[in-house]
């Protein structure tokens, strides 16, 4: 059997500290559970710049989820390994929850800024404050975990990180370096961090550009679900063409394990 | 003698209620003193959205400006008119102290968003609600008072209100409709207001794109001064180039008075 690794879209939705959802796609436990029974490997990739991996592992196991750190790719630590290969110390303008993935960080005399989904964070003292050290650096470098125009939550829409970094973009007239979904860079450290090369993994998601595009541009095969994001208007997208189409996660998983 | 208007970008900055400089051009008072004695109009065009015109004149009066609210070119009345004209019933995302410009607008049930530079009023929960009744809207209008990246207060650079409409811009994906320099209807609103012809009006300024540029597109002839923004980059600029350059205020005053 070919060693494949299945990358996987997820997103856990809580609020007040209360799991409530998994947006998409829908039954994920159940195919989580078929595709570890199958031996093939599976990595979650996020784009939540709210809570520590770590976290984020706490509540899918206790969402029945046998998972560990390792399995997770996530943003904040992608910034992370970018800022030590070029000696960047950030100042960080993220969630609180967030901090402890940059604990071995040297964050002293910052010479970047970091921008995550800072929500309540994102005051007018605070954007103020990253601004000022962006606009005071020779040449001023933005580290954007994510470009996500908003998402949604229970009690309504939110302003993501992608507006916040349009704001500061616009203000000193720099073009932000995005570290989440879909840059290049995400899912090359993954690979890299795993040992995968891109033609023995799988990209599953819902979102056209920052799932099926981003992995496809570093030459990963990817699939497009007909949940969750998805849109008919997709399939006619100028840019980006999915390998394959599924109706769901449970057909992807099963044409899959059909080809293996 | 030919009826000329001269139009004076002017900028008060103040801190804690204590006006504290004229920023551009220098010597305005005395400028503004020779050109009255002249028989010249005089019509003050300012960006300024933190306070109503009410408030800017009672400063610059307390400063010794015999002026009237009516010699004022401000974003607020322009955006009001606009606001008339269109039947739109805004919702202000705005500094407190500008409120009371559009008093006399019904601003029930609101079918766009109008941004000034609130300042301390750009809060997570104030922007998410901007944002909420933008993307809610069939076809969201915002309508921002100005496009500005950044000023300068006493205690530090602040981000403009151009920062924040851009962050609206890419979540709602919408283009802003600027009301204050440089848009053509901040010139054109005014000159209709004073019922004079654009080729009788004398634009005066430090900025090379907001002032000259913008008088210049609705047939406005343009000065700029090498004082306050002006930066020597500015002669080489790709797409506007003003009437004259002079190297400050008196030297324009004196120029126009020499040639009437």
Redesign the interface.
């Known amino acids: 059997m070919m060693s494949l690794f299945i990358f996987l879209e997820i997103h856990v939705g809580c609020t007040e500290d209360v799991i409530s959802w998994i947006r998409v796609p829908s039954d994920v436990r159940e195919q989580y559970l078929k595709i570890k029974a199958s031996g093939l490997k599976l990595q979650l990739c996020t784009n939540e710049t709210q809570a520590t991996r770590e976290n984020f592992v706490r509540k899918l196991r206790a969402m029945g989820f046998d998972i560990s750190v390792a399995e997770v790719t996530a943003p904040a630590p992608a910034a992370c390994r970018l800022l030590k290969e070029r000696g960047l110390r950030p100042h960080l303008l993220v969630h609180d929850d967030l901090v402890p993935e940059f604990a071995e960080i040297d964050k002293t005399n910052p010479n970047c800024v970091v921008l995550g989904d800072a929500?309540?964070?994102?005051?007018?003292a605070n954007?103020?404050e990253a601004?000022?050290l962006l606009?005071g650096m020779e040449k001023p470098v933005l580290i954007s975990l994510g470009k996500g125009?908003?998402y949604k939550e229970t009690d309504?829409?939110?302003?993501?990180v992608?507006?916040?970094m349009?704001?500061?973009?616009?203000?000193?007239?720099v073009q932000a370096e995005v570290v989440g979904k879909p840059a290049k860079r995400f899912f090359e450290s993954a690979l890299a961090e795993l040992g995968v090369p891109p033609e023995q993994a799988i990209m599953i998601g819902d979102d056209i550009v920052n799932d099926v595009g981003g992995a496809q541009q570093c030459g990963m095969r990817a699939l497009q679900v007909r949940t969750g994001k998805y849109r008919p208007s997709d399939e006619n997208h100028p840019e980006v063409k999915p390998d394959a189409y599924v109706n769901n996660l449970a057909e992807a998983v099963d044409i899959i394990l059909q080809h293996l």
Not at 166 to 173: I, N, T, V
């Open positions: 929500a309540e964070n994102f005051t007018y954007l103020n601004f000022r606009i125009r908003y309504g829409l939110k302003l993501d992608g507006a916040y349009k704001a500061l973009e616009y203000a000193c007239d």
